[in-house]
């Protein structure tokens, strides 16, 4: 089941270790962040700290790992943290690195899954704002025989299929049916090579930081001694060794399917830059780093376009980020006047919530009785009581304020509402609050579609002025 609510970090920690193709000492430093923060890197080691969110079309390398880059500041290597913070579904976290690329550790996610935990995590006041896959999206690579599909799931899956026509791996099959398998059976597999890449990573300037205790090296032919006394002296070794064929000094796979769950690990990471949690079923055939960032840039354009909708996006079967008992305890209204039942998004500049329709509601007996509709005014009023929710939120003890109400314009009604609908309601700041006035703009959907919208300026005064 995965979390409805956003999660943070409870407090700072830090980890330190070479990149593994700059071979760059670096420390690194995850650190608590807001709601709808998301996960953003900072390059605390130049002018200005520059910040680079970590979002697909920021990625400017694929080649042996991912690389985002904004604002002239760049960081590399990031899939492996990125996976641990999906893996442990932390939404918002601000890293800080002295280093152009993040410490490869031992190759895996598992030191910065436990780092997280150490840190522990902190539930938020806001919903975790997924993208719930509705139509099948598919990427093919047809030079490399790639294929990559999301399909619609109320759940987040992964399926990895690699094939590397070698006697030491072949075929390989990996998946996760709950995201919370990822820390058990995925985040401690380690990046790999095979041995007749090794050279031409190292003659590219990469791999620099290359270790036998943070990569697996795969031998897939029989290698001669002075091949073997090069790669040594290649990797700082006084020596190496290596099977008829296998794994470079017989180091132990920690799964027999490691690599294909290492490629997993690696997608798990590179989709997060599509920047929203996932809610889908997504098949990899032969997935790398340069197609993972192609399909993420799908999925994002995907959201885009069901963004340009603008319409709030309401689950009934997720729990309320205010249930009736706490918008009660803030706003003074009652019966038959408290007009909204949930508030499902709450931030600093936005608000959302739920108006739920009846019959039963009083108003009906009198207003066009025989032909139910809801008053104008009152779907106005759900709107000012779900803004107020929005001004409460900026004080520490919104239970001592009231909400007092200077303005309605450009008010427009597109279409009825009946018993039986739900409003959906949502109002955002135009400007910051100054000196505790307010000005909102809301709207309200049936659906898809928008029934009611208009400006609104509030002022909140405490009750004992």
Request: aromatic share 6%.
């Amino acid at each position: 089941m995965l979390n409805h609510k956003q999660h943070t970090i409870k407090k700072s920690v830090s980890l330190s270790g070479v990149g593994l193709h700059t071979g760059v000492q670096t420390t690194m430093t995850f650190l608590p962040a807001k709601p709808n923060h998301g996960i953003k890197f900072q390059r605390v080691d130049l002018p200005g700290s520059p910040i680079i969110d970590a979002d697909c079309d920021n990625v400017v390398d694929v080649s042996r790992g991912t690389t985002i880059e904004q604002s002239g500041a760049r960081v590399s290597t990031i899939e492996h943290c990125l996976a641990a913070c999906v893996g442990l579904e932390i939404d918002n976290v601000l890293i800080q690195l002295d280093g152009p690329e993040a410490p490869i550790m031992d190759g895996s996610s598992m030191p910065f899954v436990q780092a997280l935990h150490e840190a522990g995590a902190e539930e938020q006041n806001a919903l975790r704002d997924f993208f719930e896959v509705q139509d099948s999206i598919f990427y093919r690579e047809a030079s490399r025989n790639v294929e990559i599909a999301a399909l619609p799931l109320d759940d987040y899956r992964v399926t990895v299929m690699v094939d590397y026509n070698s006697p030491v791996l072949g075929s390989q099959h990996a998946s996760i049916t709950n995201i919370r398998q990822f820390e058990q059976e995925i985040a401690s597999c380690r990046t790999f090579c095979f041995l007749h890449e090794l050279e031409m990573l190292y003659k590219n300037n990469l791999i620099k930081g290359g270790d036998l205790n943070n990569a697996i090296v795969i031998v897939d032919r029989v290698v001669q001694q002075d091949e073997l006394e090069n790669i040594a002296r290649m990797l700082n070794k006084p020596r190496v060794e290596v099977k008829k064929e296998g794994i470079l000094n017989n180091i132990e796979l920690r799964y027999n399917n490691e690599p294909a769950r290492h490629k997993l690990l690696d997608i798990v990471g590179d989709l997060a830059l599509a920047g929203r949690p996932l809610k889908a079923q997504i098949l990899a055939a032969r997935p790398g780093h340069a197609a993972n960032v192609a399909f993420a840039k799908k999925l994002k354009k995907a959201m885009e376009e069901s963004n340009r909708k603008g319409i709030p996006r309401y689950n009934p079967s997720l729990p309320p980020v205010m249930d009736i008992k706490q918008i009660s305890s803030i706003l003074p209204h009652r019966y038959p006047f408290l007009l909204i039942d949930k508030i499902i998004y709450l931030d600093q500049e936005t608000v959302s919530g739920i108006k739920n329709v009846t019959m039963n509601e009083p108003f009906f007996q009198g207003h066009f009785p025989g032909n139910p509709v809801m008053p104008g005014v009152l779907q106005v009023e759900a709107m000012a009581q779900i803004g107020g929710i929005l001004v409460l939120n900026t004080v520490p003890d919104p239970e001592n304020y009231w909400t007092i109400f200077l303005g309605i314009n450009e008010v427009r009604f597109r279409k009825m509402v009946g018993p039986g609908d739900t409003l959906v309601i949502q109002c955002d700041l135009l400007a910051p609050i100054k000196r505790g006035i307010a000005k909102m703009y809301g709207r309200a959907f049936v659906g898809n579609s928008l029934v009611c919208e208009g400006t609104m300026t509030a002022s909140i005064v405490r009750k004992d002025a």
